[in-house]
Structure formats: C-alpha cells, structure tokens
C-alpha cells in the first residue's frame, strides 16, 4: 500500500526540517511526503530543496487558510492509496510507517490515529505540556491512551484515513478548531472503521510557551460546544471536568476565608501532579513545570468552554473562537 503525507506549515521552516529529517529515516519507504505552504510569510522552500533528493516530496504554496483546508487541497494532489496527516511539528521514528502497514494489514480500518510523546531533545515547557496533554490525571489521556471511554477519535496531529473514505466524507469541514474532532466524529456516524494503533506514536512540539498553549487549549474548549451544537451525543461528562475546575478554582478562594481546611485542596492536587509528573517523567524541573502545564490546560480548556456555552448556546451565536487572528502564534 502507497501511503501519501499530507503536512501544512505555516512559517515554520526548522519545524518542517525536524520532520523531513525524520521521515528520511523511514525502515518502509513506500511513501511520498507532500509539504503544503499555508501562505507563510517565512517559506519553507530551501529546507524543501534540501530534501527532494532524499525524499518522494511534493511543495505547494497556497494562499491561507488554516490547517482543515490546507489538508483539503493536499488531498487533491496525492498518488496514494492511504493518507496521514501528521501536523509539522512532530518528529516521527523511523519504524512509524513500518508500524502503522504491519497494522492495517493485520487489522484494516478506515482511519487510525497514534498517540504522541516528548522526544528526549524537547524543551522542559515542551516536555510537562506533553504531560498535562496526555495525563490521565489531567484528562489528557483519555484523548489518546489505551485506556478509551469510548470510541477512538483520531486527531489530526497524526491521523490516516483511506483515500475513498476521505473523498466519500468530503474531507474536513471550514471549522478553524474542532475540525479534526468533526471529522472523526462524522466517520463514525457514517459507519467507517477507526482504530488506536498505540505504537504508532509521534513526537508532538506543541506550542513552545505557555501564552501559546493557552490560546490553543482556549479555543479547543469553545470548538467542543460547537461540535456538541452539530452533534449533541459527542459531549460526554469528561469534556465538562476542566470547566468544573475553572468554576472550582474561583470558589476556592471564595470559601478559603469560611473554611480554612479547604486551603489544602489545591496543593495535594499540585502534589499529585508533581509526583506524576516526576514518575513519568523523572526532571525535576519538568515535573514543577507540570503544574504549571496543567492549570494552563485545564483553566484554558475549562474557560474556552464556558465562553462556548455562553456566546453559543446561550446568546445563540454561529461559530465563534478566540484568537481568530493569531491562530498560529
């Protein structure tokens, strides 16, 4: 089976580099890689030039955007029978593609996800945003682990789906956030097979600060009241958890003053994050960083979704996001 990689970028030229590196090194070479401009600003094309002899690469530049349609127009111009999209700040290791045919081989699906690691040379911010984005203890796990409370959702970080059943959903709707979420969700509403492959792992950067983690986890909980407003039995209880949290958070310090024993709720959770943090991940810095992580996340999540429930639900808007302007900062 020829499998063709579909990667937007948008200005991020080292990113793209990390990748393409990477999939050079591929065991199964049974593939091509093709590399969309998102209307960057800072191209990619000498690191696109650096590895067109090492690599079956395609580059196209189009205008921008966002990631859903840059996808879309790769679509159009594949060879393969099979697509991944993986997004361009992941690094993959070289038995990825091996693994993932082995699989599908083994036990075909229509798409498959993979979860996602720190490589060992990310940064410590890097590393405990990899935690609080794939802990169990921070809800993060449930995304991408084995231990499923229902059916898997690949996301598109690293997601393949066949080439007849990308065509037959009409690939990715116009959503700016959610759009992978959607996808999947109408895949599994339309009958199609999806599958968790868990040695089929990526090494995901993610945002490289916390400002940005935070607009990026922001708008994720505004895109879960969107797809609960399409698809009303996609919300289950643990998508409400970090919004129960961020309310939790600010009656905290309301009844700290009434109930002073209360005060030792918030640092045993810290404690609890740090400890699994540190078993994980064993950096002391990186398990400090990790509470940090983690709140981010949760508070991010928990206050995107609060402002979905009120700007959709309850005043009726269409689709709405934060950050529209500075989606990929």
Same mark, same amino acid.
């Given at each position: 089976?020829?499998?063709?990689? #579909?990667?937007?970028?948008?200005?991020?030229?080292?990113? #793209?580099?990390?990748?393409?590196?990477?999939?050079? /090194?591929?065991?199964?070479?049974?593939?091509?890689?093709? !590399?969309?401009?998102?209307?960057?600003?800072?191209?990619?094309?000498?690191?696109?030039?650096?590895?067109?002899?090492?690599?079956?690469?395609?580059?196209?530049?189009?205008?921008?955007?966002?990631?859903?349609?840059?996808?879309?127009? *790769?679509?159009?111009?594949?060879?393969?029978?099979?697509?991944?999209?993986?997004?361009?700040?992941?690094?993959?290791?070289?038995?990825?593609?091996?693994? !993932?045919?082995?699989?599908?081989?083994? &036990?075909?699906?229509?798409?498959?996800?993979?979860?996602?690691?720190?490589?060992? $040379?990310?940064?410590?911010?890097?590393?405990?945003?990899?935690?609080?984005?794939?802990?169990?203890?921070?809800?993060?796990?449930?995304?991408?682990?084995?231990?499923?409370?229902?059916? =898997?959702?690949?996301?598109?970080?690293?997601?393949?789906?066949? &080439?007849? !059943?990308?065509?037959?959903?009409?690939?990715?709707?116009?959503?700016?956030?959610?759009?992978?979420?959607?996808?999947?969700?109408?895949?599994?509403?339309?009958?199609?097979? @999806?599958?968790?492959?868990?040695?089929?792992?990526?090494?995901?950067?993610?945002? %490289?600060?916390?400002?940005? =983690?935070?607009?990026?986890?922001?708008?994720? *909980?505004?895109?879960?009241?969107?797809?609960?407003?399409?698809?009303?039995?996609?919300?289950?209880?643990?998508?409400? +958890?970090?919004?129960?949290? @961020?309310?939790?958070?600010?009656?905290? =310090?309301?009844? +700290?003053?009434? =109930?002073?024993?209360?005060?030792?709720?918030?640092?045993?959770?810290?404690?609890?994050?740090?400890?699994?943090?540190?078993?994980?991940?064993?950096?002391?810095?990186? %398990?400090?960083?990790?509470?940090? %992580?983690?709140? !981010?996340?949760?508070?991010?999540?928990? $206050?995107?979704?609060?402002?979905?429930?009120?700007?959709?639900?309850?005043?009726? /808007?269409?689709?709405?996001?934060?950050?529209?302007?500075?989606?990929?900062?």
């Amino acid at each position: 089976m020829i499998y063709s990689i #579909i990667v937007p970028v948008y200005n991020r030229p080292q990113e #793209i580099e990390e990748l393409l590196e990477s999939l050079s /090194k591929q065991t199964f070479k049974n593939f091509e890689v093709l !590399v969309i401009e998102d209307g960057s600003q800072v191209p990619c094309h000498e690191v696109i030039e650096k590895y067109e002899q090492q690599l079956p690469l395609h580059y196209f530049i189009k205008q921008n955007e966002g990631p859903a349609m840059t996808r879309n127009f *790769g679509f159009t111009k594949i060879n393969g029978e099979y697509i991944i999209f993986l997004d361009s700040d992941v690094i993959v290791p070289p038995d990825y593609l091996q693994i !993932v045919d082995n699989q599908l081989k083994q &036990k075909y699906s229509d798409a498959f996800g993979g979860p996602d690691k720190a490589h060992k $040379s990310f940064s410590v911010i890097q590393k405990s945003i990899n935690y609080a984005m794939t802990s169990f203890i921070t809800t993060g796990g449930i995304r991408g682990g084995k231990k499923k409370l229902d059916k =898997f959702y690949p996301r598109s970080f690293n997601m393949g789906v066949s &080439k007849y !059943v990308f065509h037959e959903m009409a690939g990715f709707s116009e959503m700016r956030f959610g759009e992978d979420l959607d996808f999947s969700i109408r895949l599994i509403i339309n009958g199609f097979t @999806t599958q968790l492959i868990p040695n089929a792992f990526v090494y995901h950067k993610r945002r %490289a600060n916390f400002r940005q =983690f935070f607009k990026q986890v922001h708008n994720s *909980g505004i895109a879960r009241i969107h797809l609960y407003r399409l698809y009303p039995k996609s919300l289950k209880l643990v998508h409400t +958890l970090p919004a129960i949290f @961020t309310i939790g958070i600010l009656f905290w =310090f309301l009844i +700290l003053f009434i =109930f002073p024993l209360l005060g030792l709720i918030l640092p045993a959770f810290m404690t609890i994050i740090f400890l699994d943090a540190m078993l994980q991940k064993n950096s002391l810095l990186v %398990a400090l960083s990790a509470i940090i %992580a983690t709140f !981010v996340q949760l508070i991010g999540y928990g $206050s995107g979704f609060i402002r979905g429930v009120w700007n959709i639900l309850l005043l009726g /808007k269409k689709e709405f996001q934060a950050f529209r302007k500075n989606f990929y900062k």
